[in-house]
């Protein structure tokens, strides 16, 4: 028997020679290890890599991906103060007087039924005076006492887009409108509703975000 051969060991179980085999593991499982490593690996890559395209194609980047911070602090600013409410005159407490300052016809009459119809009494309706007649080249002109810049003038405006105003010294309420060349026709009804309702009932002004100092 060999000194190789362990004791207790023989015949078919002898070793011989003069080293001991060397004793491997076998091969197969490292590979199968390594290569689950490897596909772990590449789909972790891949998975990746579908995630930048996702996010390139939506317009970002990896780092805009991430849940946006919150930008500079603001202070909402005060509210301003409540603006004490104005009382307008009804269409129907305004007397308006209609005159006709352009060569054109009939202006005069049309522009009063027209008001008329939408509530306003109407008063002289005619020519406008020499002051004025062929000399007014806007739409025309709103003139009354000076407390109709705050009543009667702002109400009859919404019927005429784009006239202005001007105040004399008459001591009664009534006022005019003098149709000035540009005249094409009175605001149409749904504007001219629009416009009364937004000055009856103003909208507040919605609080602003100032960025706060420092």
């Given at each position: ?75 909402t600013a005060s509210p301003s103060p409540a603006v004490a409410a ?98 094409s026709a009175l605001t149409a009804p749904q504007d001219a509703t ?21």
């Amino acid at each position: 028997m060999s000194m190789l051969t362990p004791p207790g060991m023989g015949g078919k179980y002898r070793v011989t020679g003069t080293a001991y085999p060397r004793m491997r593991r076998p091969r197969r499982r490292g590979r199968i290890v390594a290569a689950g490593i490897a596909a772990t690996a590449a789909l972790g890559l891949a998975g990746w890599g579908t995630y930048q395209l996702i996010d390139v194609f939506g317009g970002g980047s990896g780092d805009a991906a991430r849940p946006a911070t919150a930008g500079p602090a603001c202070a909402t600013a005060s509210p301003s103060p409540a603006v004490a409410a104005v009382t307008f005159p009804k269409p129907a407490d305004i007397t308006v007087n209609v005159y006709n300052a352009t060569p054109r016809s009939g202006l005069a009459k049309t522009t009063a039924d027209e008001l008329k119809k939408r509530g306003f009494t109407i008063g002289k309706v005619g020519n406008a005076p020499a002051t004025y007649d062929k000399k007014v080249p806007g739409a025309g002109i709103l003139l009354g006492a000076p407390d109709a810049t705050k009543g009667a003038f702002p109400v009859l405006g919404t019927q005429l887009k784009g006239a202005t105003s001007r105040t004399d010294a008459r001591a009664t309420a009534d006022v005019d409108l003098i149709i000035g060349t540009a005249f094409s026709a009175l605001t149409a009804p749904q504007d001219a509703t629009a416009a009364m309702t937004a000055l009856l009932h103003p909208k507040p002004k919605t609080p602003t975000c100032v960025p706060e100092k420092g």
